[in-house]
C-alpha cells in the first residue's frame, strides 16, 4: 500500500556518503534477527527486541546524510485543523531484517572484513581486532572496513520494500528488502523523575570490565552501586566460579557519579554481553537505572570529528524463581 499522493515519488529517501557509518551503528544491536524501524524528519530510529527482557535502540540523525526527505502523510481530519495538526505528520513505521540489512551494506566491503563479521564474534572490532583498543575512530576508519561507497535509502510507503542503491567505483547495486507489518511494541520505560543511579565513565573500561568478568562463564551479573565505597561493583557468578571487577569514584576514572543510596540489581551476563560491541566503539557510556531495576547503557560513539551519535540498551533485571537460591535476595535497593 503506497500513501495517496498522486505521483510515483518516494515517501522517505537518503543519501549517505559513508556507508560505513551507518554499518557499525546499526551493527551495535545486532542481537535479533528483526528490526522495528521509524522514520519521521529527524531520522531513523532502529529499535530491536530480544523476549521483551532487552531492546536497544539506533537512531541515525538525518545530519548523518547528505540529503535527507522524509513526506509524511497527514491525515484528512488534521489537515482540515490547522490548530490541532501535527506539522511532522505521521512517522512511516515498518519492521525489516536487520540482519539482511547489514548484509546488504558491506557488499562492497574488503573480503577480510566480510569473513570476520560472517563469523558473528560479538567481539571482534576490527582488523586484528583494532577496533577494541582503538575506539569508535578505528571503527569508522577505512582502512579498516574497506567500505568507501555511496548509500541510497528510500520507500515509497506502508507495506513497500526498502530500496537501497549503493554505488562505487562505477558498480551499482540495487537491492529490495521485504518490509513487514510491525509488531505492536513498547519500549522499556525507564523512570527517569526515579533513577536511583548515574554513572559517566569511559566505554572502553566497561568493556575490559565485562570482559574480564567472562573468565568464570557467568550466567548472571550483579551490579552494585553505593555512595560508599567500593562505589561501583560488577561481580559475575557461574559454573567455572565468581569475579568481582571494583571501580573508585576517582573523577577521571567515573566521570559522573550520582548515586544517593545503595543499589543492587542482577541481570542476565548474555544480555549486557549483547552490548560489547557498542562498548567497543563508544567513547564514553552513561549507566542509569531506575527504581524497578531497568538498566540503561546509552553508548556516545564519535561517527567522524564533529559529530556524535548514540546507541541505547534497557534490560529488564533478572527475578530468580520462588525458592531459587541468590545472594541478592534482599532485593534491588537496601
Same mark, same amino acid.
Given at each position: ?10 515517501? +522517505?529517501?537518503?543519501?549517505? /556518503?559513508?556507508?560505513? !557509518?551507518? #554499518?557499525?551503528? $546499526?551493527?551495535?544491536?545486532? =542481537?535479533? %534477527? ?11 530510529? +532502529?529499535?530491536?527486541?530480544? /523476549?521483551?527482557?532487552? !531492546?536497544? #535502540?539506533?537512531? $541515525?540523525?538525518?545530519?548523518? =546524510?547528505? %540529503? ?25 513505521? $515498518? ?240
Amino acid at each position: 500500500m503506497t500513501p495517496l499522493t498522486g505521483d510515483s515519488s518516494p515517501m +522517505f529517501s537518503a543519501v549517505s /556518503s559513508s556507508t560505513r !557509518q551507518l #554499518f557499525q551503528l $546499526l551493527r551495535c544491536i545486532n =542481537f535479533a %534477527s528483526k528490526a522495528h524501524v521509524m522514520i519521521t524528519k529527524a531520522g531513523l530510529r +532502529f529499535t530491536v527486541e530480544d /523476549s521483551r527482557v532487552m !531492546q536497544g #535502540f539506533a537512531f $541515525l540523525d538525518k545530519e548523518l =546524510f547528505t %540529503s535527507y526527505v522524509f513526506t509524511p502523510v497527514v491525515a484528512e481530519e488534521s489537515a482540515g485543523d490547522n490548530e490541532g495538526a501535527n506539522e511532522d505528520g505521521e512517522p512511516l513505521v $515498518l519492521e525489516i531484517s536487520l540482519s539482511s540489512l547489514l548484509e546488504t551494506l558491506q557488499i562492497f566491503a574488503s573480503n577480510d572484513f566480510k569473513d570476520r563479521w560472517s563469523s558473528r564474534d560479538p567481539t571482534y572490532g576490527g582488523v586484528s581486532g583494532a577496533m577494541t583498543r582503538g575506539g569508535s575512530a578505528a571503527a569508522f576508519d577505512n582502512r579498516v572496513l574497506g567500505m568507501t561507497g555511496v548509500c541510497r535509502l528510500s520507500c515509497t510507503g506502508v507495506g513497500e520494500p526498502l530500496c537501497i542503491i549503493l554505488e562505487e567505483t562505477g558498480v551499482t547495486t540495487t537491492c529490495e528488502l521485504v518490509t513487514y507489518e510491525p509488531e505492536g511494541r513498547e519500549d522499556i520505560p525507564l523512570q527517569t523523575h526515579a533513577i536511583t543511579q548515574k554513572i559517566i565513565m569511559k566505554a572502553s573500561w566497561l568493556h575490559d570490565a565485562i570482559q574480564e568478568l567472562s573468565s568464570t562463564s557467568p550466567t548472571r551479573l550483579l551490579i552494585v552501586a553505593s555512595p560508599e565505597p567500593p562505589y561501583f561493583t560488577l561481580s559475575s557468578s557461574g559454573p567455572l566460579g565468581s569475579a568481582t571487577v571494583e571501580f573508585s569514584k576517582d573523577p577521571q576514572l567515573l566521570e559522573t557519579f550520582y548515586v544517593p543510596r545503595r543499589v543492587v540489581n542482577t541481570y542476565k551476563y548474555s544480555l549486557i554481553k549483547g552490548a560489547s560491541r557498542a562498548m567497543a566503539m563508544a567513547n564514553k557510556v552513561s549507566i542509569r537505572g531506575d527504581d524497578q531495576g531497568v538498566l540503561s547503557l546509552q553508548f556516545m560513539i564519535e561517527v567522524d570529528e564533529d559529530r556524535v551519535s548514540f546507541v541505547d540498551f534497557r534490560f529488564i533485571p533478572y527475578i530468580p524463581e520462588e525458592g531459587e537460591g541468590d545472594e541478592e535476595d534482599d532485593g534491588a535497593e537496601d
